[in-house]
């Protein structure tokens, strides 16, 4: 007879579930994909599917489910757990809390996926417990969470720390957003894939293309083509980390925090090509006094950041 | 026999001083040029005089002083209370605290001028006692403070919401911080008379020239040829308040306040020029969870905002 928590990561393009021991040790992992274009109901359907199995896969009888926690795409209202306008899941307004336990017939936590990443880091990693600690995270998209005083801090609707969503160039790429030149836009893994796809169409980019090997052109081409010496991959490489360094020297400029944690796909995949430089970067970029005694590092806990943070706000509320 | 509070406001062009009762009524100004060309030195022993005057001058036998304050430009390390490398004072390290005790004998509170303006619209100011507070100065430069959960956010070191220094143009024009495209830069009062000042060069600007009448062509000037109708000098006062809005939508997007409320010479000399489309601009450049139930307003405090946050910084603390 054991207590198990069940963590959920939503992602755009996939959901990952973990159920885990009530100290927090990952048992076992989910992952499938999201069919995004599917739409909110079916997803949820999958989601609510996908917590059923994991825990009928893992449980004996007499185990007992302490919590379920699910860590969603934001702009996130915090009050009522409704996802509003996500460009990421192309979600209008969709009840997640309400429609999971519906379904579920359970009490579910919700949060933004960036918070529930921050969290994480916050109990679970490297940069465990410092007072006033930045997330953000380099993937698909670009996003983040701020620790305050040891606390989340949400703003007044939830929709505090869209980092992505900050404007660093207004003559920049359009973003999924609507608006330009947002740091999501020049800095994700979308904006490097959509710069290789530039380079392709005006007839260049053969490395990148050779990497790619008929197949899809993201992140991990333009890295491993960067990495076998070739220039305009390098080239989109450092003015990523250009933006990036941009990007995070204005959040340290603005919140002078003890630890600013990269995490996501990108930040991961690329860090032998990116993390060196741009932490240089942003530590001449901002002012001295911000610089003193701060810290620059990637998330310890990779993928699983997310489920972390479900298995933290089970363990110790969000 | 009366419990007074003496209030200093150190600004890089004035220094304002203000002597209050106890419970925060003004009772008398005194406003002297700060002369920042001869250095700390000679400022802080300035102030100091300053300080024993309004105290000479407005008290009698027996009158008690409860507390002086001082709000100074930062960068401001809060825990020594030493200014880093002023940009606008152009100070390296100064203890401001530190030399003021030494010059009058008794303590001293001293925080960041924006800190104390934020304080000033949190106790006394049209927007008191809002949980989440943002206030910018928009003035010769652009500053801020954040209030979160009804308390001054400062960060490790005191080096929060340095708003002035966000980048929001790679491309735009070298700050006095030494990088470029910086709020700042682009929508300050400085920068606005630069830009004017760009066009006069180019032989343009006559309507502006006009209204200097042979002086200083300030923020002032400029908005007074904009409101005879100019064409030039509305387009500046457009591009200024675009590159606001950007600035002050990401701080939206960042921290999602109950209230973002904006103070400074430029934002209240320009204001019937400015704010509406100003805050229109912000509200469609926000996200929607960000701009459900958000205030956006003028200081009702004027340029007495610094005064009355040195006043509260001694009656509730700072």
């Known amino acids: 007879m054991a207590k198990l928590i069940v963590a959920v990561d939503l992602g755009a393009s996939k959901i990952l579930a973990g159920i885990a021991s009530a100290d927090g040790r990952i048992i076992n992992r ?22 059923k199995e994991i825990i009928k896969e893992n449980s004996s009888a007499g185990d007992k489910i302490s919590g379920i926690a699910i860590a969603t795409p934001g702009p996130l209202s915090y009050s009522d757990s409704i996802v509003w306008d996500s460009p990421n899941l192309k979600w209008g307004r969709v009840a997640v809390k309400e429609e999971l336990e519906k379904r579920l017939g359970k009490t579910i936590i919700v949060d933004k996926d960036t918070n529930m990443a921050a969290l994480g880091e916050y109990y679970f990693g490297r940069y465990r417990k410092f007072k006033h600690l930045l997330y953000v995270t380099v993937s698909t998209g670009i996003g983040g969470a701020v620790i305050v005083d040891h606390g989340l801090y949400r703003g007044k609707n939830g ?14 790429p359009y973003c999924s957003c609507g608006r330009k030149g947002c740091l999501e836009a020049m800095a994700s893994g979308t904006a490097l894939a959509r710069q290789a796809r530039v380079l392709i169409v005006q007839g260049k980019g053969q490395a990148i293309l050779d990497c790619a090997d008929g197949g899809e052109i993201t992140a991990r081409e333009v890295g491993a083509a960067a990495r076998s010496g070739d220039y305009e991959a390098q080239t989109l490489i450092l003015d990523l980390r ?9 959040l340290v400029n603005i919140f002078d925090p ?16 990116l993390l060196e430089p741009l932490f240089s970067s942003v530590r001449e970029k901002v002012f001295a006094l911000n610089n003193n005694g701060l810290e620059l590092g990637l998330t310890s806990l990779g993928e699983d950041v997310g489920l972390y943070g479900c298995m933290a706000s089970v363990m110790f509320g969000n």
């Open 258 to 273: 003890e630890v600013l944690v990269l995490g996501g796909g990108v930040a991961m995949g690329l860090q032998d090509l």
């Open 30 to 51: 989910k992952k499938i994909s999201t069919n995004k274009a599917e739409g909110a109901e079916y997803i949820l359907d999958r989601i609510a599917l996908c917590i």
């Open 159 to 172: 929709g505090a720390a869209e980092f992505g969503h900050m404007v660093i160039d207004p003559s920049g």
């Open 242 to 250: 250009e933006a990036l360094a941009t990007g995070l020297a204005n």
